[in-house]
């Protein structure tokens, strides 16, 4: 066998393709690392065991527990992913309620399933004007736990993706009487600390279980992410339990490494990342002067709930145009070799950290130059679907069942167009972000499908659609007529036809 992957790597490294996306080290650290394999080790003598730490692991975890402010910091090796898994197994049993933001990643939703809980949806407030969703609605927060008085968790998103801020505090009071634990998946905010012109972190206001990807947005590995334990409400023991069920038996001891560098990193170079919010707040001014591409300011979010905003998160916004997020990022790409985080249908994501050069920035806005005069060239009407997007968000999911108990029923494959008013029987999103758009159990409206449309006309993957031509998974019935149209759904059967 050939080392494909390997290669590839190589070759992509020697490609000049600047990177606005994650990890935060941007390919651009240098240090004692010279070559990975002399020091990758397994629990040897003197090096402890992150699953039942109590040596050299505990002192470091100790000491980030320390710089934090927690009760109890843990380094993880499965990303954030096993850091929400654990978090929410820890406070929840089998078959409970959970409060979850509907924004939230496809980690929680994974903890839902395998922990058969009942999610109660907590919805976001619509942007219409970027055709986004905002802060949770805090009203509906009030009154969900009013009305469910057996709800066992709420789980947010802070950051959200687009690098909205939840007003953490104000969540927290409506939380606070009901005595429930308060989860933040806060995986693009563990740079928040390192500079005071940053959003403050959840861990600071009064969340009880943060996570945090240290590789988002620090420089470290892939992978690498921290737990944080803010209160008493949690217990210790039970979260490291859990840790140890869904985390390796073999963590790379690099990449514990690398969490504990990134730490000590931001702590050695606050006067740095001072140097590079400014060249931020430079930047950001200069990309706010084009004529036909926007960047998602602070100002604008603040009437939809956003307490606050990560300025590393750089989203560009095209008007007068009906290139697609897709379109503008492959663009970027081919054309400029500039390699984007993300790309949603209206807007793209690039993410900036602290590794990140003004030569990056200056390549960026050159490319968005160009870019801007061909709009300019070349307008054509916008393809808007700010009215399927609406119609999402006033109505949102209609649960028949909890998604674990619709993954178990008989499903089918029909045509997406002849699909409403059946019960969805996978998860459909787009990844990145991994937020689905509709969950196994959810009645799927007509405004589903003309958004899950959309995005397959703009050449978007979405997860969970099929190409009837493709052929089906084994074991799944098919129903429909393929002339009809080129994409199905997995649906519940027994409720559907």
């Known amino acids: 066998m050939e080392p494909y992957l390997y290669k590839k790597l190589v070759d992509y490294k020697n490609q000049n393709i600047y990177p606005f996306h994650m990890p935060g080290h941007k390919r651009n650290i240098e240090n004692e690392i010279k070559n990975p394999y002399e020091i990758d080790i397994t629990e040897i003598d003197g090096f402890d065991n992150l699953n039942d730490p109590n040596d050299i692991i505990k002192k470091s975890m100790d000491e980030a527990s320390k710089f934090y402010g927690t009760k109890k910091t843990f380094y993880l090796v499965n990303g954030s992913t096993v850091g929400i898994l654990s978090a929410i197994t820890a406070v929840c049993k089998r078959g409970d309620k959970i409060l979850m933001a509907r924004n939230c990643h496809k980690a929680v939703y994974n903890a839902v399933r395998l922990l058969e809980l009942d999610p109660i949806y907590l919805p976001l407030i619509y942007i219409p004007k970027r055709n986004m969703f905002g802060s949770v609605d805090e009203e509906r927060l009030r009154q969900l736990l009013s009305e469910n008085p057996d709800i066992k968790a709420v789980v947010i998103t802070s950051p959200t993706y687009e690098g909205i801020v939840m007003h953490i505090e104000s969540i927290k009071m409506w939380i606070e009487p009901y005595k429930i634990p308060f989860i933040v998946d806060e995986a693009h905010g563990a740079h928040f600390p390192f500079c005071d012109q940053f959003p403050k972190s959840a861990v600071e206001k009064g969340a009880d279980l943060v996570i945090q990807s240290v590789h988002k947005t620090m420089p470290s590995f892939t992978q690498t992410a921290l737990l944080h334990i803010c209160s008493d409400r949690v217990s210790e023991e039970v979260v490291q339990d859990c840790l140890s069920i869904y985390q390796s038996s073999s963590p790379s001891y690099i990449f514990m490494a690398g969490i504990e560098y990134a730490i000590s990193y931001g702590i050695r170079h606050k006067k740095e990342f001072g140097q590079y919010e400014k060249m931020l707040r430079l930047y950001r001014e200069k990309f706010s002067h084009f004529r036909h591409i926007s960047l998602l300011q602070k100002e604008e979010l603040q009437q939809y709930g956003a307490y606050d905003f990560d300025p590393c998160k750089l989203v560009f916004f095209f008007e007068d145009t009906d290139w697609t997020g897709n379109e503008i990022s492959s663009m970027l790409l081919k054309e400029y070799g500039l390699q984007m985080e993300m790309s949603e249908r209206d807007y793209i994501i690039a993410i900036s950290s602290i590794m990140d050069t003004e030569e990056g920035f200056e390549r960026l806005y050159y490319a968005l130059c160009q870019i801007d005069e061909k709009i300019e060239k070349n307008q054509k009407q916008p393809l808007s679907i700010h009215e399927i997007t609406t119609g999402i968000a006033q109505n949102g999911g209609n649960k028949k069942y909890i998604p674990s108990k619709a993954l178990q029923k008989e499903r ?36 589903h499908i003309q958004l899950l449309m959309e995005y397959k006309k703009a050449n978007f993957y979405v997860k969970g659609i099929m190409k009837s031509e493709v052929g089906l998974e084994e074991g799944i019935e098919h129903s429909g007529n393929k002339e009809k149209s080129p994409f199905e759904i997995l649906v519940l059967k027994e409720d559907n036809l």
């Open 412 to 447: 089918i494959s029909v045509l997406l167009e002849d699909a409403k008013g059946k019960v969805c029987g996978d998860y459909i999103y787009i990844y990145p972000p991994g937020i689905p758009i509709l969950v196994p159990g959810e009645e799927i409206s007509k405004e």
